[in-house]
T-cell receptor, first 112, second 115 residues
Framework: SQKIEQNSEALNIQEGKTATLTCNYTNYSPAYLQWYRQDPGRGPVFLLLIRENEKEKRKERLKVTFDTTLKQSLFHITASQPADSATYLCALRENSGYALNFGKGTSLLVTP | GAVVSQHPSWVICKSGTSVKIECRSL??????MFWYRQFPKQSLMLMAT?????????EQGVEKDKFLINHASLTLSTLTVTSAHPEDSSFYIC???????????FGPGTRLTVT
């Protein structure tokens, strides 16, 4: 069956450190992989999109890697800040359509 | 980034009544919009794909007669929950795809509570 797995445990890190979140998938052939941030009671906010032929993408303090052999994406936040505390969602899109398939998300808490 | 709005942000209705939720792409045209539902501490579940000018495509298990979708223009899609019941209480979120980059942007969500 198809699965998208993200760290189920909340990730607690200290301000200034790098947070690394993992997204593993099974039985998907994603054309795109997207990362979103979601705060409680709010819709997801788009962060980064990476295509299947891209290895890495950066945007300010954010970095995403995509390894289609390992079927894994890593999401890094460098120099983390308490304002980065939120739930981060990984979502896949296959070539067959535009709909996104979401993981359950990983909760990140950055403490001062 | 692109902006998607939803209205209302929250609504409380009585069992048996119908509720309409609007989703608008504010600064781009979206031929395709999506409706998702999210229960507490769960991931977003796709309900249906809304295509401008044609019938929506519903995911398995989603009743099309209960969740009516209309995508009448390139910037507006509506979801109507008909004869709402308490089990329909959830967080409903729409999204739209930008035409060039195919990035998908989400609205802020609508909290529906059926009493």
């Amino acid at each position: 069956s198809q699965k998208i797995e993200q760290n189920s445990e909340a990730l607690n890190i200290q301000e200034g450190k790098t947070a690394t979140l993992t997204c593993n998938y099974t039985n998907y052939s994603p054309a795109y992989l997207q990362w979103y941030r979601q705060d409680p009671g709010r819709g997801p906010v788009f962060l980064l999109l990476i295509r299947e032929n891209e290895k890495e993408k950066r945007k300010e303090r954010l970095k995403v890697t995509f390894d289609t052999t390992l079927k894994q994406s890593l999401f890094h936040i460098t120099a983390s800040q308490p304002a980065d505390s939120a739930t981060y969602l990984c979502a896949l899109r296959e070539n067959s359509g535009y709909a996104l398939n979401f993981g359950k998300g990983t909760s990140l808490l950055v403490t001062p | 980034g692109a902006v998607v709005s939803q209205h209302p942000s929250w609504v409380i209705c009585k069992s048996g009544t119908s509720v309409k939720i609007e989703c608008r792409s504010l600064d781009f045209q979206a031929t395709t919009m999506f409706w998702y539902r999210q229960f507490p501490k769960q991931s977003l579940m796709l309900m249906a794909t809304s295509n401008e000018g044609s019938k929506a495509t519903y995911e398995q298990g989603v009743e099309k007669d209960k969740f009516l979708i209309n995508h009448a223009s390139l910037t507006l899609s509506t979801l109507t929950v008909t004869s709402a019941h308490p089990e329909d209480s959830s967080f409903y979120i729409c999204s739209a795809i930008t035409p060039v980059s195919y990035e998908q942007y989400f609205g802020p969500g609508t909290r529906l509570t059926v009493t």
